[in-house]
C-alpha cells in the first residue's frame, strides 16, 4: 500500500492549476514498499556504496591526520622546542589551532567555486576534483617536516571534504528512488563511522607499536587514496546534470547505467518527470539558474532552512561535548576521562544505524525537530550539573553528566545527518548545488568561532558554558518547528509545489500534493499517457 493511500481521511488537499495536467512528475516506482525498492534498484544502491565508500576512505585520511598529534615521533618533529633534547617537547598551541582551522579554511575555498564546477561540469568530475585535493594532501602530509606544510596537508584534506560535503548527498538524491532516498543519504554517516572506528583503533596500535614512528600511518593512506579513485571511476554521471544541458541522449544512457535490468522501466516516462520538473523550475527562476536566485522568492525560505540545521550543529553544543572533550575532560574530572572516546564513537554508530534505517518509514521532521528539543534541554541540564558539584568531584554528578552527554551525542549525530539530508532535499533541483556553499559557509564560520570561543569560556565558565549555547540553541529549535517540513517520500515536483503553494511545514505530511493525485488516477487506469480511459 503506498504513503498516498495510507493518508487519513482529512488529509489536506487543494487542487491547483498545472501545466501538464496530464504528465507525471512523480514517479510510478514511489507506490512500491522501501523492500521492494531496495531489490529493484540494487544497482543504483551499488552506485550509492562505491560513493561512500570513497568517502569513508577519505575520512581515513582526515581521522589519521588528526590523531596523528599524539605520536610521540610527531611531537619529537613539530615541537616548538625542536633540537633541545635536555627540554621537554611540546606542540606548540599555536599551530594545533592553525591545523584544525585550516581544515574549515580548506572548505571554504572551495565553497566558493564548486558548485560553478559540479553544474559547469558535471557531479563526477566534481568527485575528481575532491580526489585530487585529497591526494596532494596526502602528498603534504608524507613530506611535511614542518609545521607549516603540514597546514598545508590540512588545508588540501579540508578542500576535498569540502567538495563532498557539497556534492555527495546531491549526486545520491539524483539517481535513487523517492522511497528509499532518505535512508541512502544518511546511510554515509554509517559508513563514515565505521570508517572512524576502523582509523581510532588503527591509530591506538600504531601509536602503540611505533611510537616514534608518525610517517607510518602517512605511508599507509596512499592504500585508500587509491580506492577512492578506483570506487568512483566507475560511477555514471546523474542524469540530472544532462537534463539541465538539455543532453536527453548522455541522460538515458546514465539512466541505463543505473536503472538497467529492471524489467518495464520505461526510461521515457522517468527522465519526462525530470525535464519537467526542470522546466518548471527555471519558469519560476525566469531563465538560467544564478546565485542570486538562491535568495530569492520561496528560494530565500528553502535556502534558511537548510541554513537553520547548519547553524544547528555549531551551536547546539557541539563545542562543548564532543570538540573540546579533552579540555572538559580537565574539568570534569575522573569520571569523564575514564571513558574513552570509542564510546562516543559506538553512540553515534547506533544513532546513525537506526536513523537510516527508519528516516524512510517514520521521516524526518518529528526526529529532528523533538531532537532539536531535547539537546537544548540537555545544554541547560549540563549548566545546572555545574552547581550539583559534576566538576568538584561529586561522583554522583560526574556521572550523570557523563550519562547525559551520551544521550545527546546520539540526538546530536540526528541533527548533523538531518542536515545533509535536507540539504540535499530542500533546495530547487537547479539549486541543489549553489545552495550547499552558502549554508555550509555558515556551519564553518560558526565552527571557527566556537573553536576560538569556547575554550576561554570553559575555563572562565566551566561546563556552565552549557547556559549559553542553550540560549543560542533555543530560537533555532523555534524556528525548527514552524519551518522544518516532512519530505518522506517527495518528489523534487512535490517539494516544489508544496513551497509554491505556501503549505505550513507541519501540514506537509497530511497535504496530496497534484503529483499524487495524478499519480494514483494513472495508477488507478483513469488516464493512460494523458487520455482518458475508454
Same mark, same amino acid.
Given at each position: ?21 496530464? =504528465? ?24 550509492? #556504496? ?14 589519521? $591526520? ?6 610521540? +615521533? ?43 564546477? /559540479? ?12 580526489? @585530487?585535493?585529497?591526494? @596532494? ?11 607549516? @606544510? ?8 579540508? /578542500? +576535498? ?14 539517481? @535513487?528512488?523517492?522511497?528509499?532516498? $532518505? ?77 538497467? $535490468? ?65 579540555? =572538559? ?19 553515534? #554508530? ?39 558539584? /559534576? ?124 503529483? =499524487? ?16 480511459? /475508454?
Amino acid at each position: 500500500m503506498s504513503d498516498l493511500e495510507k493518508r487519513p481521511a482529512d488529509t489536506h488537499l487543494e487542487k491547483v492549476a498545472t501545466n501538464h495536467p496530464a =504528465e507525471l512528475l512523480k514517479s510510478r516506482y514511489d507506490n512500491l514498499s522501501i523492500p521492494k525498492t531496495l531489490v529493484l534498484f540494487k544497482r543504483s544502491v551499488f552506485f550509492v #556504496l562505491m560513493l561512500y565508500t570513497g568517502y569513508m576512505c577519505e575520512g581515513f585520511e582526515l581521522g589519521a $591526520g588528526g590523531s596523528i598529534i599524539a605520536n610521540k +615521533g610527531f611531537i619529537k618533529q613539530f615541537s616548538s622546542n625542536h633540537g633541545n633534547d635536555g627540554d621537554v617537547r611540546k606542540l606548540n598551541p599555536t599551530w594545533v589551532a592553525t591545523w584544525a582551522a585550516m581544515l574549515n579554511v580548506g572548505q571554504i575555498l572551495v565553497f566558493t567555486h564548486i558548485g560553478w564546477v /559540479a553544474d559547469r561540469f558535471g557531479r563526477k568530475i566534481a568527485f575528481y576534483m575532491a580526489w @585530487v585535493w585529497l591526494m @596532494v594532501g596526502c602528498a603534504f602530509f608524507n613530506t611535511a617536516k614542518t609545521p607549516a @606544510v603540514w597546514a598545508l596537508a590540512k588545508l588540501c584534506n579540508g /578542500a +576535498g571534504v569540502g567538495v563532498l560535503q557539497i556534492c555527495a548527498q546531491v549526486y545520491v538524491m539524483e539517481i @535513487v528512488p523517492n522511497r528509499i532516498r $532518505g535512508g541512502l543519504i544518511t546511510f554515509q554517516a554509517v559508513w563514515s563511522t565505521i570508517g572512524g572506528i576502523i582509523v581510532s583503533v588503527m591509530m591506538q596500535q600504531l601509536n602503540k607499536k611505533h611510537p616514534e614512528n608518525y610517517m607510518l600511518p602517512m605511508r599507509i593512506l596512499w592504500a585508500p587514496i587509491g580506492l577512492i579513485i578506483i570506487c568512483w571511476a566507475i560511477l555514471p554521471e546523474s542524469p540530472w546534470y544532462y537534463a539541465r544541458q538539455g543532453n536527453k541522449e548522455k541522460a538515458l544512457k546514465a539512466m541505463k547505467q543505473l536503472y538497467g $535490468g529492471i524489467e518495464g522501466y520505461d526510461f521515457e516516462e522517468e527522465y519526462g518527470i525530470i525535464e519537467r520538473t526542470i522546466e518548471h523550475e527555471r519558469e519560476i527562476n525566469k531563465g538560467a539558474p544564478t546565485y542570486r536566485d538562491v535568495f530569492r522568492g520561496v528560494n530565500l525560505k528553502r535556502t534558511l532552512s537548510v541554513a537553520m540545521l547548519s547553524a544547528c550543529q555549531q551551536l547546539a553544543g557541539l563545542a562543548i561535548i564532543r570538540t573540546y572533550s579533552t579540555c =572538559e575532560a580537565l574539568i570534569i574530572s575522573y569520571v569523564y576521562v575514564a571513558v574513552p572516546t570509542l564510546t562516543f564513537s559506538c553512540v553515534n #554508530l547506533l544513532a546513525v544505524t537506526l536513523w537510516s534505517l527508519s528516516t524512510d518509514k517514520l521521516g524526518r521532521r518529528v526526529f529532528v525537530t523533538w531532537g532539536q528539543t531535547f539537546c537544548c534541554v540537555v545544554l541547560f541540564l549540563v549548566g545546572a550539573l555545574y552547581y550539583a558539584g /559534576a566538576t568538584k568531584g561529586n561522583a554522583a554528578a560526574g556521572t550523570g553528566l557523563l550519562v547525559v552527554c551520551c544521550f545527546w551525542t546520539f540526538t546530536f549525530q540526528i541533527i548533523i545527518m538531518s542536515y545533509y539530508l535536507y540539504s540535499a532535499e530542500l533546495p530547487s533541483a537547479l539549486l541543489r548545488v549553489k545552495t550547499g556553499p552558502f549554508t555550509f559557509l555558515v556551519n564553518s564560520i560558526l565552527g571557527i568561532a566556537t573553536c576560538y570561543a569556547t575554550p576561554p569560556m570553559l575555563l572562565k565558565l566551566n561546563i556552565r558554558a552549557g547556559f549559553i549555547y542553550g540560549a543560542f540553541s533555543v530560537p533555532l529549535c523555534i524556528l525548527m518547528w514552524y519551518y522544518l517540513p516532512e519530505t518522506k517520500g517527495r518528489s523534487a515536483a512535490e517539494i516544489d509545489e508544496l513551497y509554491e503553494r505556501k503549505i505550513p511545514a507541519w501540514r506537509w505530511s497530511k497535504t496530496v500534493t497534484e503529483a =499524487e493525485t495524478h499519480l494514483r488516477e494513472v495508477s488507478q487506469g483513469q488516464v493512460v499517457h494523458g487520455k482518458q480511459d /475508454a
